[in-house]
Each structure stands twice: as C-alpha cells, then as structure tokens.
C-alpha cells in the first residue's frame, strides 16, 4: 500500500521541542485502507511531536463520530469517539515496529508516516458491541425492534400459566426434600 502523503512528517528539519499538527479524517481515508465498515466519518486528529535529540515522542488524539450500523436493528448512527495514543520513535540499525508503542527506525531517516497509526486508533475507538442509542433509551422506533420484541421470551408468570398442571405435582416433590 502507498502512503499518503499529507500523514508523512518530515521531522529532520523540525527543531528540537514540541510541534503540533492537525489532521481531518474522512471517508476517503479509509478507502485507501479498503475498509468499508463505516458509512461516515468525521475525525480530528491532534498530534503533537515533541522531537528529542535522541529520539521522538509522539501523541496522538482523536475526536469525532464515525457513522456505522447497529448491531441489533442495522440502523445507522453515529458513534462518538475519542481516544489517545502514545508512540516513541527510536532510532537503531534496522526498522522494527513490533511493539506496540515503540517504533524503531533506521539511522538516517528523515521522516515518518503515522497513516497506519491513525486507522488503527480509530477502528480500535469504536466499541465492538454497537448498540444505537435509541435502542438502550427506548426510543428508537423500528420494525426490527418490534420483531425481536415478540420474539423474545415471556416473563416467567407468563410461562407458568402455559405449562402443564401435571408438572405442578413433580415440582412440589422438589421442594419437600
């Protein structure tokens, strides 16, 4: 995959000390990605590098919504999200990016594409369970929702009053233990 080119930072002509940069994130974004879970999305992105002499310190936050669908009724919504990040770039003989917030780059590299960060921070900020939230407050109206109402199970009086008198016998051997 190509990278884009407004996610690189050219960090070796940046003084020492912190700089900020800012990012919108929309769908386009994660087209380049083929990720198609969202149906809208709007991200700001904050971060701020604070360049050392021996290495670089990176924060990331995130804010915004991204729209997605329901997991229960498959009605669309939009998510909040808002997330941070903490990421350290060192400098070493070879490129090694396997822990999580520590990358290792190779001596003489002169910039950094946080792309990859980014998409991981956002999809990893959205909850697994998504629930609209007229579904957890009762108001969202919606064919599905009826559905799964008079298909769920009934009250446990309710059940009783179906079950076979017969059983009322056996269940009473239960309780004279």
């Known amino acids: 995959m190509k990278p884009l080119k407004a996610f690189t930072i050219p960090f070796v002509g ?7 940069f800012e990012y919108k994130i929309e769908p386009a974004f994660f087209d380049h990605f083929e990720y198609t879970d969202f149906n809208d999305v709007n991200i700001d992105v904050n971060v701020e590098l604070n360049k ?7 924060h990331f936050k995130i804010s915004g919504w991204v729209n997605v669908d329901c997991d229960l009724t498959n009605e669309p919504y939009n998510q909040n999200i808002n997330h941070s990040f903490d990421l350290v770039v060192k400098f070493g003989n070879e490129y090694n990016d ?9 001596h003489g590299t002169y910039e950094i594409n946080i792309q990859q960060y980014i ?3 956002v999809i990893l900020a959205v909850p697994i369970k ?7 407050d009762g ?10 109402e008079e298909l769920s199970p009934k009250n446990k009086d309710e059940n009783e009053a179906h079950t076979d008198p017969r059983w009322n016998t056996l269940k009473k051997l239960l309780t004279d233990k």
């Open 119 to 121: 998409y991981e921070l």
């Open 130 to 136: 998504k629930i609209h939230p007229g579904v957890e």
């Open 98 to 106: 396997q822990y999580v917030d520590i990358l290792i780059v190779p």
């Open 52 to 58: 050392k002499t021996t290495l670089l310190e990176l």
């Open 14 to 20: 940046l003084k020492v000390g912190k700089h900020c």
């Open 139 to 148: 108001t969202l109206d919606s064919d599905i929702l009826k559905k799964l």
